[in-house]
């Protein structure tokens, strides 16, 4: 198949934990643009695996949180080569929508590991950073 046109190069990319600035995974986004602090729409669940890691997952009755993560403008490349071979393998690329109604990619848990015994439904708290206790990087 070819394409009649020029497909877009980079993508918008929410990251929910260990991807946002000062974390462990962030060097992953080192080539990509910081687009600013953004929550997802009300409608996902949140979850901690094993307390390493957070996970969103979409809510089958729509009655979610927004969860609080930070959106990146990244081009196909550091996405596939440089981000996603550090995501833990309880993770999956999906597409989530933003609080303002735009779409972007995001890792979300994957459905088999719900009922995992290290998984905690961290919802309430509302981000990564605030269950964790961790202070917003200037």
């Known amino acids: ?14 990251v929910s934990g ?7 995974l962030n060097v992953g986004l ?7 602090a953004v929550k997802t729409a009300p409608t996902y669940y949140f979850y901690s695996v094993r307390d390493e890691f957070p996970g969103l997952y979409p ?32 993770l999956e690329l999906g597409i989530i929508e933003l609080a303002d109604s735009q779409g972007s990619l995001a890792m979300l848990l994957r459905s088999e590991h719900l009922d995992d015994a290290d998984v905690k439904e961290i919802s309430s708290h509302g981000g990564w950073r605030a269950y964790r206790g961790l202070p917003s990087p200037v």
């Open 1 to 14: 198949m070819t394409l009649k046109h020029d497909p877009p190069t980079t993508i918008t990319f929410f």
């Open 18 to 24: 260990e991807g946002m600035r000062g974390g462990r």
């Open 30 to 36: 080192r080539a990509a643009r910081f687009l600013g």
């Open 59 to 90: 809510a089958p009755d729509g009655k979610g949180r927004s969860i609080e993560g930070e959106a990146y403008e990244v081009d196909y490349e550091t996405l596939r080569a440089t981000f996603l071979p550090r995501e833990p393998h309880e």
